[in-house]
């Protein structure tokens, strides 16, 4: 419409995909160390879709406590298409709803 673009929200969306480890933890505490903010005051706060080798689990729950997203990747983060367009029910349930039983 004929909106100022000044006027119009703009949404930035900060996501990450893999294992939270000792690798990549110091990173995020840097991004999200409460100096960025949005306009409203709120700090930024990222999404974290985790698989589940070589993750640091206590990592994942310092950042749902400090309010960032967690999703699941899936838990062997496998590659290959074929894996996924022709597995069984019981492979998708195994990938991703056992993510939660680890």
């Not at 400090?66 to 999703?71: A, P, V």
């Not at 062997?76 to 074929?82: A, L, Q």
Request: with cysteine; net charge negative.
């Amino acid at each position: 419409g004929n909106i100022d673009p000044a006027q119009v929200p703009q949404m930035i969306t900060i996501t990450f995909n893999g294992a939270v480890n000792s690798d990549n933890i110091d990173l995020y505490q840097e991004i999200f160390n409460g100096e960025r903010q949005n306009p409203n005051g709120c700090q930024i706060k990222g999404s974290f879709y985790v698989s589940h080798k070589y993750t640091n689990y206590s990592a994942v729950q310092e950042l749902h406590r400090r309010g960032h997203e967690i999703g699941v990747f899936s838990v062997t983060n496998r590659e290959d298409p074929n894996y996924w367009t022709e597995g069984s029910y019981d492979d998708w349930l195994a990938e991703m709803a056992g993510a939660r039983l680890i």
